[in-house]
């Protein structure tokens, strides 16, 4: 099965700009991995942020954004504010089966 | 607003089934996919499996001997039951609308799994 590799904890300060990564154990990420994210704050239900590499819902703040770089799919928050503080996670589709990434603990300090 | 509540029991016995059931409200559950999802005590997600409100499956290769999902448009609801528990089971599950990853999700119900 696909292994979905994420940074495990990143630091950035507010007003900064942080991105986060999303590899896949069989190669190059590409749009038919269709590659989500999730912010997850402790002791409450995920909360979907992009969908299908860059795709924002109604409710995603504008500051974050999705992409492709370098064969991962990518997550940057910009002018990062305290409340981003956060557990994100990434979903990708492969072989058949959604993955979830370990996920990359923020912290905002 | 669509909004989803998962229901069932908090305690289950090793070696049993643990049945959760998802409601969906403020939505048709036609013309989508749903998932169930869980979290380990202070690990991350996994992916259990989904269900086309018209019946396609899609499960995680790992739990799949285990699993079964089923809707019910009638209702609006949709089912998880997992067999032959371990406390590996142990988990905050969540049922999610999934279109093309989680859009909706529920808020999770934590099973334990103790004798």
């Known amino acids: 099965q696909t292994v979905v590799t994420q940074e495990p904890s990143l630091t950035v300060s507010p007003g900064g700009t942080v991105t986060l990564t999303c590899a896949s154990s069989t190669g190059a990420v590409t749009s038919g991995y269709y590659p989500n994210w999730f912010q997850q704050i402790p002791g409450h239900a995920p909360r979907s942020l992009i969908y299908t590499i860059s795709n924002k819902h109604s409710w995603t703040p504008a500051r974050f954004s999705g992409s492709l770089l370098g064969g991962k799919a990518a997550l940057t928050l910009s002018g990062v504010l305290p409340e981003d503080e956060a557990d994100y996670y990434c979903l990708l589709y492969s072989g058949g089966v959604w993955v979830f990434g370990g996920g990359t603990k923020l912290t905002v300090l | 607003q669509v909004q989803l509540q998962e229901s069932g029991p908090g305690l289950v016995k090793p070696s049993e089934t643990l049945s959760l059931t998802c409601t969906v409200s403020?939505?048709?559950?036609?013309?989508?996919?749903w998932s169930w999802i869980r979290q380990p005590p202070g690990k991350g997600l996994e992916y259990i499996a989904s269900?086309?409100?018209?019946?396609?499956?899609n499960y995680n290769p790992s739990l799949k001997s285990r699993v079964a999902i089923s809707v019910d448009t009638s209702n609006n609801q949709f089912y998880l039951k997992l067999n032959s528990v371990t406390a590996a089971d142990t988990a905050v599950y969540y049922c999610?609308?999934?279109?093309?990853?989680?859009?909706?999700w529920g808020q999770g119900t934590l099973v334990t799994v103790s004798s």
């Open positions: 999610a609308r999934w279109n093309n990853g989680g859009d909706y």
């Open positions: 269900m086309y409100y018209s019946g396609s499956t």
């Open positions: 403020g939505g048709s559950i036609n013309n989508y996919h």
